[in-house]
């Protein structure tokens, strides 16, 4: 039986990740610097020390929906495109939870960022940020959660993953939080009062390769991340089954910051917007599985709020 050295070095560093994120994280942790190949993208990670006033550069953060890895594999020509297109060079920011991007909008630090459905959904304006564009993937500007278990687990549903260990991605997602905490208020549960423990991953990914290495027994995740895994890389997301999906939600926007000068946004809209009549922007879409993107439609995002809505009242 051959190894595969590479995959075996990938678990076992994440097995080490995932007890030290069980034992306890530091929230204001930041990711290493990592360089981009291309001249034009520079990645940052402490804070900018002021509002972002450059003329000659946008500055971009992109949620940790994927690892820091995987997000620069992903966004990168993407970013590179856009910045081309609109003559301004880009500086990258990661940050590893969601919140820690928002957050730097209101601050005036960045100008533009693709974010999580949720909090677009429910805390746009509380972060001063609009959405400009929002993909279309296999004809449809939705995507969904998937409820995944190992491919060898017997669990079937829901309810047997009672008192089983759980993984969710950001307090602040849709699919990898606020959708499975709404399945289970349905059946007048909690994930404190349901499962035997629970685990932040901050990104989809490191819960699909949690489910595949057996390190939990369930996890919530985006569906076109799990579908282009299973595409592109599908090692892990092979070992995992799907189990039930959500309904449709608008998917996750670009957006950019309120504050940011009407000529510009015009022009960014239009560059993305119109990605795919561009032959470099139609070899960039297909590469990363997207049709393109749609001016967004609000009633897309709705079942967001409506979800949220219904478990605040719970609170109540």
Same mark, same amino acid.
């Given at each position: 039986?051959?190894?595969?050295?590479?995959?075996?070095?990938?678990?076992?560093?994440?097995?080490?990740?995932?007890?030290?994120?069980?034992?306890?994280?530091?929230? =204001?942790?930041?990711?290493? /610097?990592? *360089?981009?190949?291309?001249?034009?993208?520079?990645? %940052?990670?402490?804070?900018?020390?002021? +509002?972002?006033?450059?003329?000659?550069?946008?500055?971009?953060?992109?949620?940790?929906?994927?690892?820091?890895?995987?997000?620069?594999?992903?966004?990168?020509?993407?970013?590179?495109?856009?910045?081309?297109?609109?003559?301004?060079?880009?500086?990258?920011?990661?940050?590893?939870?969601?919140?820690?991007?928002?957050?730097?909008?209101?601050?005036?630090?960045?100008?533009?960022?693709?974010?999580?459905? =949720?909090?677009?959904?429910? /805390?746009? *304006?509380?972060?001063?940020?609009?959405?400009?564009? %929002?993909?279309?993937?296999?004809?449809? +500007?939705?995507?969904?959660?998937?409820?995944?278990?190992?491919?060898?687990?017997?669990?079937?549903?829901?309810?047997?993953?009672?008192?089983?260990?759980?993984?969710?991605?950001?307090?602040?997602?849709?699919?990898?939080?606020?959708?499975?905490?709404?399945?289970?208020?349905?059946?007048?549960?909690?994930?404190?009062?349901?499962?035997?423990?629970?685990?932040?991953?901050?990104?989809?990914?490191?819960?699909?390769?949690?489910?595949?290495?057996?390190?939990?027994?369930?996890?919530?995740?985006?569906?076109?991340?799990?579908?282009?895994?299973?595409?592109?890389?599908?090692?892990?997301?092979?070992?995992?089954?799907?189990?039930?999906?959500?309904?449709?939600?608008?998917?996750?926007?670009?957006?950019?910051?309120?504050?940011?000068?009407?000529?510009?946004?015009?022009?960014?809209?239009?560059?993305?917007?119109?990605?795919?009549?561009?032959?470099?922007?139609?070899?960039?879409?297909?590469?990363?599985?997207?049709?393109?993107?749609?001016?967004?439609?609000?009633?897309?995002?709705?079942?967001?709020?409506?979800?949220?809505?219904?478990?605040?009242?719970?609170?109540?």
């Amino acid at each position: 039986m051959s190894i595969n050295y590479s995959d075996l070095k990938k678990s076992v560093i994440f097995s080490i990740t995932l007890v030290l994120m069980i034992v306890g994280c530091e929230k =204001g942790s930041e990711y290493k /610097q990592v *360089d981009f190949s291309k001249k034009k993208i520079a990645v %940052t990670q402490p804070a900018p020390s002021g +509002p972002a006033t450059k003329s000659t550069s946008l500055r971009v953060a992109v949620a940790a929906m994927i690892s820091p890895k995987e997000t620069i594999k992903f966004y990168n020509e993407l970013l590179t495109y856009i910045g081309d297109q609109v003559d301004r060079d880009i500086e990258l920011l990661q940050r590893k939870t969601y919140v820690e991007v928002n957050e730097l909008f209101p601050q005036r630090k960045i100008d533009m960022a693709f974010v999580c459905t =949720g909090p677009y959904a429910n /805390q746009r *304006d509380t972060y001063e940020f609009e959405a400009v564009a %929002t993909p279309v993937v296999r004809g449809k +500007p939705y995507y969904h959660s998937y409820l995944i278990v190992h491919r060898d687990s017997d669990i079937k549903n829901l309810t047997a993953l009672r008192r089983q260990t759980f993984a969710f991605t950001d307090p602040d997602s849709n699919t990898g939080s606020l959708v499975p905490t709404f399945w289970l208020h349905e059946i007048d549960e909690t994930p404190a009062t349901f499962f035997k423990s629970t685990v932040y991953t901050y990104s989809h990914d490191n819960s699909i390769m949690a489910v595949a290495k057996g390190l939990v027994a369930g996890a919530a995740v985006d569906s076109q991340i799990w579908e282009y895994f299973q595409e592109s890389a599908s090692f892990y997301t092979s070992q995992t089954r799907i189990i039930r999906k959500s309904a449709p939600f608008g998917s996750p926007p670009l957006v950019v910051s309120t504050h940011m000068e009407a000529g510009l946004k015009d022009h960014i809209r239009d560059v993305v917007l119109n990605m795919g009549k561009n032959k470099t922007g139609r070899a960039i879409l297909k590469k990363l599985m997207i049709d393109g993107f749609v001016a967004p439609d609000e009633s897309w995002y709705q079942p967001v709020r409506d979800m949220s809505a219904t478990l605040h009242a719970g609170k109540g």
